[in-house]
């Protein structure tokens, strides 16, 4: 079955970086664009940005447009989200999200938090 597992948060202060990993399993990854979305605390879950399959492609939200990138390892099947420049606002639980079909699933998530 579709495992979406992503690590890499933590707790970091205001103007620092963190890098996201999500590792994915029981399906083909290379044959799917991948999201990024995050939700914070009393908030509804935002797209934050996508990949196409081959990684030539991106989308952004505005708000984290030139602090954030998202890329992919299509050979290890790894998507990946390098943040830097973050702020308290990027305070969220951040999740990968694939869709096949009719059908989206998404990791367990990981929290990141920034204090000012």
């Known amino acids: 079955q579709v495992q979406l597992v992503e690590s890499g948060g933590g707790l970091v202060q205001a103007g620092e970086s963190l890098n996201l990993s999500c590792s994915t399993s029981g399906f083909t990854f290379s044959h799917y664009p991948m999201r990024w979305y ?6 509804e ?4 940005a996508q990949i196409t399959r081959t ?6 939200q505005d708000s984290v447009l030139g602090r ?18 973050l702020t308290p606002e990027d305070t969220a639980v951040y999740y990968c999200h694939v869709f096949q079909g009719a059908a989206g699933y998404w990791g367990q998530g990981t929290q990141v938090t920034v204090s000012a």
């Open 68 to 85: 954030f990138s998202i890329s992919r390892d299509n050979r290890k099947g790894i998507l990946y989200l390098q943040m830097r420049s």
């Open 38 to 43: 995050r939700q914070a605390e009393g908030k």
């Open 55 to 60: 990684g030539d492609d991106t989308i952004y």
């Open 45 to 48: 879950r935002e797209f934050v």
